[in-house]
């Protein structure tokens, strides 16, 4: 009987553990005003780690947005009047009108569908929510919109106190019903367009102008002012007024920019503003034409070369990114087991292999659980004067991947990381032994604002059976860190080969 015993408790242990809390309650009733609302068998709102998730597209269609998926990037794209959003499966954030919002939990595909976290549909669809845990249900109802009234005279002096302290904030002024912006008389400057990509604002008049630009700050910005000027109505129309008067561009899918908005800013004089609201200040260039053409182009604010590695007592300071932490996990893996644990568990051992080497000194961005942002990562490294920045992370696929995607990857971002970049991809895919999927060029802004040589390092996918399972373990992680720490030795070398005087 003894032979059997460990069988027999085995068997118990097995009964008896606890399963992860997935999903404490699924296929929850959804109700939009009232009514019930059917949802695919394989999308119906859930409660995930506490978590509310419902399907978007089933709510969004109901209400009137437009839906767009990017299969290639896991992208999608939500749209409604002046309303722009879009999410990535698998990130905690979204982007809405051109500025980032956190999200509770990441969105996550379920059969043919995207569930998203419940509050985000509330805040950013306008819906009042509200979860039954008794009954296991979700309940949606639309706000109901303030009637409009009259601008009595009390009224439109409220606005114009508005307008007035709007303007010291946000430099924009909400267009008043007399000025007649719609029908512009002959002859007067027109604003044919307003566009804004690759970094670069483009403003379109039916003659030459000349603009008068100003960076201000409290919030950062850059307000472009167009004396005299309006807005030509067919592109006019074309941007719904928002509750502060002002119209806003679509996401400009720049890091640096939240949105670019514009109004009529002289209710006697005319004229028109554009504002560049920014997430922080940024240098610019500004050029016209006689054709009525303005282009103003983003520049960083500082032109600095890239900083030559500097010694502190006989080192070179290295700066190790462990990628995410604190409010922001990173990827999430097949087993539940999160990015910025993986990140920091490694960084520290890199840390920990060169605590006495006399050649190399590290500065960590985060050695624990904690969210430093991405410009503050960047900006640390420049005030250390670093000759190296490496941002360690772990790649991931949506579910729809079926854990196919695997292998390592290197990115940088400007020409002078190329030969770091080369030597860190060969140490790191030698040290994972995954598939080498090479070395990639992308605008990560923590690779692109380090003004030293700086890559980031995609060690192996979380969302692979294969490649999970050995990141997370001692020894994949040891060599991982020992490989980061042969790149930099051999860079270092290198480059002090190329830089010694020729005899």
Same mark, same amino acid.
């Given at each position: 009987?003894?032979?059997?015993?460990?069988?027999?408790?085995?068997?118990?242990?097995?009964?008896?553990?606890?399963?992860?809390?997935?999903?404490?309650?699924?296929?929850?009733?959804?109700?939009?005003?009232?009514?019930?609302?059917?949802?695919?068998?394989?999308?119906?709102?859930?409660?995930?780690?506490?978590?509310?998730?419902?399907?978007?597209?089933?709510?969004?269609?109901?209400?009137?947005?437009?839906?767009?998926?990017?299969?290639?990037?896991?992208?999608?794209?939500?749209?409604?009047?002046?309303?722009?959003?879009?999410?990535?499966?698998?990130?905690?954030?979204?982007?809405?009108?051109?500025?980032?919002?956190?999200?509770?939990?990441?969105?996550?595909?379920?059969?043919?569908?995207?569930?998203?976290?419940?509050?985000?549909?509330?805040?950013?669809?306008?819906?009042?929510?509200?979860?039954?845990?008794?009954?296991?249900?979700?309940?949606?109802?639309?706000?109901?919109?303030?009637?409009?009234?009259?601008?009595?005279?009390?009224?439109?002096?409220?606005?114009?106190?508005?307008?007035?302290?709007?303007?010291?904030? +946000?430099?924009?002024?909400?267009?008043?019903?007399?000025?007649?912006?719609?029908?512009?008389?002959?002859?007067?400057?027109?604003?044919?367009?307003?566009?804004?990509?690759?970094?670069?604002?483009?403003?379109?008049?039916?003659?030459?102008?000349?603009?008068?630009?100003?960076?201000?700050?409290?919030?950062?910005?850059?307000?472009?002012?167009?004396?005299?000027?309006?807005?030509?109505?067919?592109?006019?129309?074309?941007?719904?007024?928002?509750?502060?008067? +002002?119209?806003?561009?679509?996401?400009?899918?720049?890091?640096?920019?939240?949105?670019?908005?514009?109004?009529?800013?002289?209710?006697?004089?005319?004229?028109?503003?554009?504002?560049?609201?920014?997430?922080?200040?940024?240098?610019?260039?500004?050029?016209?034409?006689?054709?009525?053409?303005?282009?103003?182009?983003?520049?960083?604010?500082?032109?600095?070369?890239?900083?030559?590695? +500097?010694?502190?007592?006989?080192?070179?300071?290295?700066?190790?990114? #462990?990628?995410?932490?604190?409010?922001? #996990?990173?990827?999430?893996?097949?087993?539940?087991?999160?990015?910025?644990?993986?990140?920091?568990?490694?960084?520290?051992?890199?840390?920990?292999?060169?605590?006495?080497?006399?050649?190399?000194?590290?500065?960590?961005?985060?050695?624990?659980?904690?969210?430093? +942002?991405?410009?503050?990562?960047?900006?640390?490294?420049?005030?250390?004067?670093?000759?190296?920045?490496?941002?360690?992370?772990?790649?991931?696929?949506?579910?729809?991947?079926?854990?196919?995607?695997?292998?390592?990857?290197?990115?940088?971002?400007?020409?002078?990381?190329?030969?770091?970049?080369?030597?860190?991809?060969?140490?790191?895919?030698?040290?994972?032994?995954?598939?080498?999927?090479?070395?990639?060029?992308?605008?990560?802004?923590?690779?692109?604002?380090?003004?030293?040589?700086?890559?980031?390092?995609?060690?192996?996918?979380?969302?692979?059976?294969?490649?999970?399972?050995?990141?997370?373990?001692?020894?994949?992680?040891?060599?991982?860190?020992?490989?980061?720490?042969?790149?930099?030795?051999?860079?270092?070398?290198?480059?002090?080969?190329?830089?010694? #005087?020729?005899?």
């Amino acid at each position: 009987m003894k032979k059997y015993s460990w069988v027999i408790w085995a068997a118990i242990l097995i009964w008896s553990w606890p399963s992860f809390p997935h999903a404490n309650a699924a296929g929850a009733d959804l109700f939009l005003d009232g009514k019930r609302v059917e949802a695919p068998a394989d999308a119906r709102p859930e409660m995930i780690n506490g978590k509310v998730m419902v399907p978007l597209r089933v709510v969004g269609e109901q209400l009137g947005y437009q839906f767009k998926w990017e299969p290639q990037a896991y992208k999608i794209s939500i749209q409604k009047n002046s309303t722009d959003m879009s999410m990535y499966i698998g990130r905690t954030s979204a982007d809405v009108n051109g500025k980032t919002v956190s999200l509770d939990a990441p969105p996550m595909l379920r059969g043919n569908s995207t569930i998203v976290p419940l509050r985000f549909v509330g805040e950013q669809m306008g819906l009042k929510v509200d979860w039954n845990n008794q009954s296991k249900s979700v309940n949606l109802s639309q706000k109901a919109a303030a009637p409009q009234q009259k601008t009595s005279a009390t009224a439109t002096t409220t606005t114009k106190t508005k307008t007035n302290e709007a303007d010291k904030h +946000t430099a924009t002024a909400a267009p008043s019903k007399q000025q007649n912006t719609e029908q512009p008389q002959a002859n007067r400057l027109l604003v044919h367009n307003i566009a804004f990509a690759d970094e670069v604002l483009k403003i379109s008049l039916n003659q030459h102008a000349d603009p008068k630009v100003s960076p201000m700050t409290g919030p950062d910005r850059i307000v472009v002012d167009l004396p005299g000027a309006a807005l030509a109505p067919e592109f006019s129309r074309s941007f719904p007024v928002r509750s502060d008067g +002002t119209r806003a561009l679509t996401n400009s899918k720049s890091e640096d920019v939240q949105e670019i908005r514009f109004a009529p800013s002289d209710e006697t004089k005319g004229g028109v503003r554009v504002v560049i609201a920014l997430n922080q200040a940024r240098d610019y260039k500004l050029s016209s034409n006689s054709k009525g053409e303005i282009t103003l182009q983003l520049r960083e604010r500082s032109q600095n070369p890239v900083v030559t590695p +500097t010694y502190v007592e006989g080192k070179r300071i290295v700066v190790i990114d #462990p990628g995410h932490g604190g409010k922001d #996990p990173g990827s999430g893996s097949i087993a539940g087991r999160h990015e910025k644990e993986f990140t920091l568990a490694v960084a520290l051992k890199v840390q920990q292999l060169l605590q006495a080497d006399p050649d190399i000194q590290i500065v960590m961005t985060r050695d624990r659980d904690t969210y430093p +942002t991405l410009d503050e990562r960047a900006q640390l490294a420049n005030d250390q004067q670093a000759g190296v920045f490496v941002s360690i992370h772990g790649n991931s696929m949506p579910a729809s991947n079926n854990g196919k995607a695997n292998g390592s990857e290197t990115y940088y971002a400007r020409q002078e990381s190329s030969s770091l970049a080369a030597i860190m991809h060969k140490h790191l895919v030698a040290a994972t032994g995954f598939k080498d999927n090479g070395i990639k060029v992308a605008n990560h802004l923590v690779t692109r604002k380090s003004q030293m040589p700086a890559v980031l390092l995609e060690c192996g996918y979380l969302s692979n059976p294969s490649d999970e399972g050995a990141m997370f373990t001692e020894e994949t992680q040891e060599r991982i860190a020992a490989g980061i720490v042969d790149g930099l030795k051999e860079y270092f070398a290198t480059e002090t080969e190329t830089t010694e #005087p020729l005899n």
